[in-house]
């Protein structure tokens, strides 16, 4: 490679972005109009965005978004670094940042870099708009689909800035045509731009990334213990064939058929009601379970399949598990399996291999850095326990967020903390699950080991990305023969393949706009029309409003809300989801919250009983389908529910099929309520602090040996706790369920000398 040359631009700091053609070239078509720009992972996509973003500072503030903090946090901390312009400019927003301070902070930024929840969050609040800014430029596009905050954001974009520039930046959108033109249309892109390895004017940039896949062989004792399983399966399967609902030559089922039928089952459930799909959708949920097991011994081996077995027993004893895990562990061939299970040595091949890869890695270059990729948790564990025997080996355990049973997650900042002391050497293999395929700032390695392949072309250009990035790198990619390993890999390899076929070959069957003219005799297009917004319907102001508590906007209702010319007042409500007037608070639950009070416990009566002593008017809706068929509970105890619901506390119930049913229901409240009936909005209303009974029966049930229901036998003989404490052990003992051993205790407790 020649000698560096670097970047020349005022707003750009001196000596610090490398000069590179593709990146110019890329960055010039990114500002003539709206831009997809794809590009491999290591070759520069943020140094197009801040080339886009430079072109655009001198017309208005640039806004860049990135899923998540730690991803934010690094673009941060890079365009502070490179940008000739005042830092106290540049803003950083994620969740952590004050709602009271943002306002401020917006107003006077020149580039803020934010994640896409919290600009979702001010705009449907509207506490700021996007009419000054001059850009977006969206990091890992690829995710603008569906209820994404990204589509929100977009299209608010679209209708609030008469000139809006958007800049979508990913490695790998997809193989999918209709996947990458929703993206575009979406994101408001009018056109893509692509660059991959192979192209001339990439190529002196682009290090040699040796690309390799290993067979591994699936221990003997292993694939006894998938036949036994396959037992388990059959037997399902047959049963769902007895019941009619699957044809007779249907043998073996894909994850995708599986989720299909589960969805086809589920629609029909609520068609007609019929015992036979009951017990076709719980089944299914066996077969789910089977199917994972079975996949897990082929790819995983014993010891991950050992945790996913002990996973399942915890959620059959569990007083909220499903039936599907009980039945299969009260299964004889399950049994059994778990029982062949006991008499592996677990022995995984795999994970050998793995030890023998990376030990060769840092013998022969201790200064290497090396990821594991693993899709599960269980055998990240394993991987990064295993890798500490070796010496010289620094691993460490790389995971999401989310807390499992007996697997606690990374916080955000914990991860951040981890690839730093990756970076210094303080670790030097890296295990992690997929929270380390995008984005963030992993340095160039020198060997990364897929512990299986994946199905999704995404990830895997993600992970393969991590090296030959500023030097050769190499990537090792493991397969169990005769496994669904081979499948997924080689359908990785068509759906990459596809997706640059598919990338150069896209027509996004939008008119190209003209390119975009950013003067014109002096002046840019915005200062040309000076009443322009005295038009913008968004500016007139909403006929009714709503206040919405902070948590609900995950929900999207709030989305439908807007779109319905509603006010959205976001706030920390003490009771209910929605208030539409002095008199009318309601609570939002869908089916499943519905439902999962039944099984953890929550406190549904409670929220009822809040809503019914701080408003006149509240109402329950209960929001989509499977009311009936999402859980195995039976109708009666979800009938005398919403009877409590209805009769005792005197509150309607109010169903609605999705959340724009929800949005429009509570529209049509909240206009009869504040435009016909001239009612104002109030908040007011507090959770009920306990009852005095309840706060009696607590203080009577912490004596060990006493639970709730002899506490109220206790309160209902004697009458206050007083005289409880007072009894003699006789007295005591007179009292239904309490007998000598439970009147000993309550006595010692009361009686004993204190010796803290």
């Known amino acids: 490679m020649n000698d560096a040359q670097y970047i020349n631009h005022p707003l750009i700091k001196s ?42 500072l001198s017309k208005g503030k640039v806004l860049l978004l990135s899923p998540t903090k730690p991803l934010v946090e690094q673009h941060f901390a890079f365009f502070k670094n490179v940008l000739n312009i005042p830092p106290e400019n540049i803003i950083l927003f994620t969740g952590n940042t004050s709602p009271g301070k943002r306002e401020s902070m917006w107003e006077k930024a020149q580039l803020v870099i934010s994640t896409p929840q919290v600009i979702e969050n001010d705009l449907l609040a509207r506490k700021i708009t996007l009419e000054q800014v001059s850009c977006i430029i969206f990091d890992e596009a690829h995710r603008g689909t569906g209820n994404y905050s990204y589509v929100y954001i977009a299209q608010k974009y679209a209708s609030q800035n008469l000139q809006p520039l958007v800049l979508g930046i990913t490695a790998s959108p997809g193989s999918n045509t209709e996947k990458i033109q929703e993206v575009c249309a979406n994101l408001h892109l009018k056109s893509v731009e692509m660059r991959t390895d192979s192209d001339p004017d990439v190529k002196p940039y682009i290090f040699d990334k040796d690309i390799e896949w290993k067979y591994v062989t699936v221990p003997v004792e292993i694939k006894g213990l998938k036949q036994i399983m396959e037992k ?140 594991v990729f693993t899709n599960y948790r269980d055998t990240a564990e394993l991987v990064t326990n295993s890798l500490k025997e070796i010496p010289g080996i620094k691993p460490v355990k790389f995971v999401g967020q989310a807390n499992n049973y007996m697997d606690k997650g990374l916080t955000q900042k914990h991860q951040v903390e981890i690839i730093q002391k990756f970076k210094d050497g303080e670790y030097n293999t890296l295990v992690a699950t997929s929270v380390a395929e995008e984005g963030l700032d992993i340095p160039a390695t020198d060997l990364v080991v897929f512990f299986e392949p994946i199905p999704s072309e995404i990830r895997s250009i993600q992970r393969k990305g991590r090296t030959g990035r500023k030097h050769e790198g190499r990537v090792v990619i493991l397969l169990a023969k005769g496994s669904k390993d081979e499948a997924y890999f080689w359908s990785s390899n068509r759906k990459e393949q596809r997706m640059v076929k598919t990338m150069k070959n896209i027509d996004l069957d939008i008119e190209k706009e003209k390119p975009i003219d950013h003067e014109l005799n002096g002046q840019t297009k915005l200062l040309d029309f000076p009443d322009a917004h005295s038009s913008n319907p968004e500016a007139k102001a909403p006929a009714v409003s709503v206040y919405i508590d902070q948590r609900e906007i995950r929900s999207h209702v709030a989305h439908a809300l807007e779109k319905l010319g509603v006010e959205i007042i976001l706030r920390t409500l003490a009771v209910g989801d929605y208030v539409v007037s002095d008199r009318v608070g309601i609570e939002r639950k869908t089916a499943d919250d519905f439902l999962a009070t039944f099984l953890d416990g929550g406190d549904l009566f409670g929220q009822i009983s809040d809503l019914v002593r701080a408003y006149s008017r509240p109402l329950l809706i209960i929001e989509g389908e499977g009311l009936y068929t999402k859980r195995q509970i039976h109708p009666n105890s979800i009938r005398g529910a919403l009877s409590t619901i209805a009769i005792d506390f005197g509150v309607p119930v109010l169903f609605t099929k999705d959340e724009e049913d929800t949005a ?67 007295e005591l003992m007179i009292v239904e369920l309490v007998g000598p051993k439970t009147a000993d205790r309550i006595r010692e407790v009361i009686g004993g000398i204190y010796k803290g």
Do not use: W
């Not at 000069?19 to 078509?29: I, S």
């Not at 599907?324 to 062949?340: F, G, P, S, T, W």
């Not at 507090?686 to 009577?700: D, F, I, M, R």
């Open 664 to 730: 429009a229901l509570i529209s049509v409240i909240a206009k009869r309520e504040q435009t016909d009936s001239k009612k104002e909005i109030n908040l007011h209303g507090s959770k009920t602090a306990s009852t005095l009974p309840q706060q009696q029966e607590y203080v009577v049930s912490a004596i060990s040996e006493i639970g709730p229901v002899v506490a109220k036998n206790l309160l209902r003989h004697f009458g206050s706790v007083e005289r409880i404490m007072t009894a003699s052990r006789e």
């Open 15 to 56: 000596d610090t972005i490398e000069q590179r053609l593709y990146q110019l070239a890329l960055a010039g078509e990114a500002i003539k109009r709206s831009t997809l720009i794809v590009l491999p992972t290591g070759l520069g996509k943020t140094i197009v965005a801040l080339l886009v973003m430079v072109s655009r």
């Open 232 to 371: 388990v399966l059959t037997n399902r399967l047959d049963k769902l064939r007895e019941l009619g609902i699957i044809s007779d030559y249907q043998k073996h089922f894909s994850k995708r058929e599986m989720l299909d039928l589960q969805a086809r089952l589920q629609t029909q459930l609520g068609s007609f009601p019929d015992q036979k799909i009951y017990q076709g959708i719980s089944l299914l949920a066996e077969i789910f379970k089977v199917s994972h097991a079975i996949e897990i011994s082929d790819t995983q081996g014993a010891s991950a399949l050992s945790k996913y077995f002990e996973r399942i027993d915890n959620e059959a004893r569990s007083k909220s598990g499903s039936k599907a895990a009980k039945r299969l562990m009260e299964d004889l061939n399950m049994r059994q399996a778990v029982h062949h299970l006991g008499g592996c040595d677990g022995n995984n091949p795999k994970l050998n291999e793995v030890k023998l890869l990376v030990e060769k890695q840092i013998l022969e270059a201790p200064q290497s850095r090396v990821i």
